[in-house]
């Protein structure tokens, strides 16, 4: 599922001045949320073309598909329900986080259910179908998976590595207390495990135990010949937020010592963005196979009345997934809602990208926070065709240009500031396939780097040009 891309490389030269290929993942645009109160999500895209997707929905009653040729198409695609809980003893309350996968010629969906006499006997449960299309196909009851504890367990997934099929889920081990950890098993067909099944993250850290000690939710996306596990922790409200294991994919995946636990959150509430308890995500991809995408949940508000579990509002949102130079991924900020922001990598220096540092625009490699390098493109302030560029993290903040240097800064209402602001994004001067932004106050000067600082100035020579010249990544 993972699309692999890699960092763009210098295949020639313009005048002297390094000429980078077109980036191989370039920038990829979507419009925030993609499903009102739909948590949980999962969407897999298919050989056929197409993409499918499930959530929970907040009446915990049924499972639900969508299918369509994009992942904006998602958004407007017909839902049909395929699958609607028992009325009576298992798999009759508690319908959650269901995940469809494409396994040897079927399509099998994994969710958790409980029991109508006790709606918290939660377990996981397999449907089948060998239909084309899973929204119209009949779905067979592969039952419960058989896991050698008998408890409260939730969120299985599975993923292949090495030609090996695992399943990793979350579950409670009264032994070691409350709350869930995450544990990982070999499987001997998509409904059964074999063998014993190894814990391989438990939640000890301040920020995956506020509420409850809670991991949940694995994901896997593989690159590099490296295995990312991402998880969810904490309660379900504005606390909850994204970890992430890493192993080798060389490596004994059924050995816990393999795994290591990053630190800190990879992704969490942001109130610059108003975007709150992000998590329970999958990874997909884009519809040309050269980006990974981040498929997750939250909510627009930060406070909730009573059980978050009650709050219907959790709603699936998507946005690209970055990689940095040493391999590992980069999740950035859940961002604005609206029109997901893009990267501007520069044409001649293919490992740097603008970005804002203490306001001041620049081109830079490396670049931390992520968030600090991406930007909205959005209709520009000044109209007439123009384009304003965003930033990410600080909504309201628009690159403009200030005695032809180029900053990030409030939007202050002027018309002056409209003027610096926007910007006509024309075809890149040193590659027709890249962007180039001529001010639209000041006909003939472009956005340009110079000693990595940006400016706007009039290009006269190819070096210029080439300064002058991004890739949307």
Not at 35 to 42: N, T, V
Not at 203 to 220: C, L
Not at 441 to 470: E, K, M
Request: with cysteine; proline share 5%; glycine share 8%.
């Amino acid at each position: 599922m993972a699309a692999g891309s890699a960092a763009a490389g210098v295949t020639g030269a313009l005048a002297g001045t390094a000429r980078a290929a077109v980036p191989a993942s370039p920038g990829v645009s979507y419009t925030n949320s993609l499903a009102e109160q739909r948590a949980d999500p999962h969407i897999w895209k298919h050989t056929d073309g197409s993409y499918y997707f499930t959530a929970t929905v907040p009446a915990y009653d049924r499972i639900v598909l969508r299918r369509a040729t994009t992942v904006q198409g998602l958004a407007t695609a017909a839902e049909r329900t395929i699958w609607t809980r028992h009325t009576s003893g298992e798999m009759g309350a508690h319908i959650w986080a269901p995940e469809i996968h494409f396994i040897d010629g079927k399509w099998y969906v994994y969710f958790a259910a409980g029991r109508t006499d006790d709606v918290w006997a939660i377990r996981p449960y397999v449907l089948e179908t060998s239909a084309a299309n899973p929204l119209t196909g009949t779905w067979t009851e592969r039952g419960r998976i058989a896991l050698p504890l008998d408890t409260f367990s939730l969120d299985a997934t599975t993923f292949v590595v090495n030609g090996v099929r695992y399943l990793s889920w979350a579950q409670n081990d009264p032994a070691i207390g409350s709350g869930t950890s995450l544990y990982l098993a070999r499987m001997s067909n998509p409904w059964t495990i074999t063998g014993t099944p190894v814990r391989i993250s438990t939640p000890t850290a301040a920020w995956e135990t506020v509420g409850h000690r809670v991991n949940e939710g694995p994901a896997v996306i593989q690159r590099g010949g490296k295995v990312f596990l991402t998880f969810s922790a904490s309660a379900t409200d504005a606390n909850y937020c994204v970890g992430l294991l890493t192993a080798s994919a060389s490596a004994n995946l059924l050995n816990a010592a393999s795994w290591t636990k990053t630190p800190n959150p990879v992704f969490r509430s942001n109130d610059a963005t108003s975007q709150y308890g992000p998590g329970h995500n999958s990874f997909t991809v884009s519809e040309d196979g050269k980006s990974d995408l981040l498929v997750y949940h939250d909510r627009g508000y930060r406070d909730i009345s009573g059980d978050p579990l009650n709050d219907p509002n959790r709603r699936t949102r998507v946005q690209k997934l970055y990689w940095r130079s040493d391999g590992t991924p980069d999740f950035g900020i859940p961002v604005a809602d609206g029109v997901t922001p893009q990267r501007l990598s520069s044409y001649n220096h293919p490992d740097r990208f603008v970005r804002h540092w203490e306001y001041r625009a620049r081109i830079e490699g490396d670049v931390a926070p992520l968030a600090d390098s991406q930007f909205r493109t959005v209709t520009g302030l000044a109209g007439g065709g123009t384009v304003s560029l965003e930033s990410a993290n600080f909504p309201g903040y628009f690159l403009r240009h200030r005695n032809f240097e180029v900053w990030v800064e409030r939007n202050d209402g002027t018309a002056r500031f409209r003027g610096d602001a926007s910007f006509f994004a024309r075809p890149g001067l040193a590659d027709a396939a890249g962007i180039s932004y001529e001010s639209s106050n000041y006909a003939g000067r472009y956005v340009r780097h110079y000693d990595q600082l940006l400016y706007v100035q009039a290009p006269s020579t190819a070096t210029d040009r080439a300064d002058a010249t991004f890739y949307a990544q």
